[in-house]
Antibody
Framework: EVQLVESGGGLIQPGGSLRLSCAAS????????MSWVRQAPGKGLECVSV???????YYADSVKGRFTISRDNSKNTLYLQMNSLRAEDTAVYYC????????????????WGQGTLVTVSS | SYVLTQPPSVSVAPGKTARITCGGN??????VHWYQQKPGQAPVLVTY???DRPSGIPERFSGSNSGNTATLTISRVEAGDEADYYC????????????FGGGTKLTVL
């Protein structure tokens, strides 16, 4: 059974840093594309980062230069390092497994964690 | 960037059919995926590739996509279907390739 468990969220002051973790089980993180998707209070879904096969990455403009996605294959865990946090980064952050079928021009998220809340406030 | 437009809300009586639309320029040329999100819970994939269902998703959930509109159809609606629904596409030509619609709140009357 695929499981994703996020941790590391909390209350942080503007300008501060946090590292989110996503422990995976039931599949191998290194063999899959993985993503972080966030949801601000009362708002919709926003994909903030994707890590592709190898070392390729994608970042939304809103977080580029401040957030870094990575994975530890030995721990089967995905991370999101968040620096220079702003009030507008306040959201629930979900870890999600990405499906990209071979020879496909599409991508979707087939498994999600329960989310971890990040609150940026003084 | 590519924009997906969903109605903010849809209401339906139990046992009836709900249709939730997702509009986008020539969206029929792309694959559309739909997610259900109940209050306080993570999103759940309910259809992918326009109309395929993951295992465990009832046949009552179906999708279609043509022209400028994709549609998620929920037949024989139950109280437990009340949730927010989001459409999503991969727009590879964009610097922002993962696009979500704004979401639709389905209310079961």
């Amino acid at each position: 059974e695929v499981q994703l468990v996020e941790s590391g969220g909390g209350l942080i002051q503007p300008g501060g840093s946090l590292r989110l973790s996503c422990a995976a089980s039931g599949f191998t993180v290194s063999r899959n594309y993985m993503s972080w998707v966030r949801q601000a209070p009362g708002k919709g879904l926003e994909c903030v980062s994707v890590i592709y096969g190898g070392s390729g990455t994608y970042y939304a403009d809103s977080v580029k230069g401040r957030f870094t996605i990575s994975r530890d294959n030995s721990k089967n865990t995905l991370y999101l390092q968040m620096n220079s946090l702003r009030a507008e980064d306040t959201a629930v952050y979900y870890c999600a497994r990405v499906v990209v079928p071979a020879a496909s021009s599409s991508l979707w998220f087939d498994s999600w964690g329960q989310g971890t809340l990040v609150t940026v406030s003084s | 960037s590519y924009v997906l437009t969903q109605p903010p809300s849809v209401s339906v009586a139990p046992g009836k059919t709900a249709r939730i639309t997702c509009g986008g320029n020539n969206i029929g040329s792309k694959s559309v995926h739909w997610y259900q999100q109940k209050p306080g819970q993570a999103p759940v994939l309910v259809t992918y590739y326009d109309s395929d269902r993951p295992s465990g998703i009832p046949e009552r959930f179906s999708g279609s996509n043509s022209g400028n509109t994709a549609t998620l159809t929920i037949s024989r609606v139950e109280a437990g279907d009340e949730a927010d629904y989001y459409c999503q596409v991969w727009y590879s030509s964009s610097n922002h390739p993962v696009v979500f619609g704004g979401g639709t709140k389905l209310t079961v009357l």
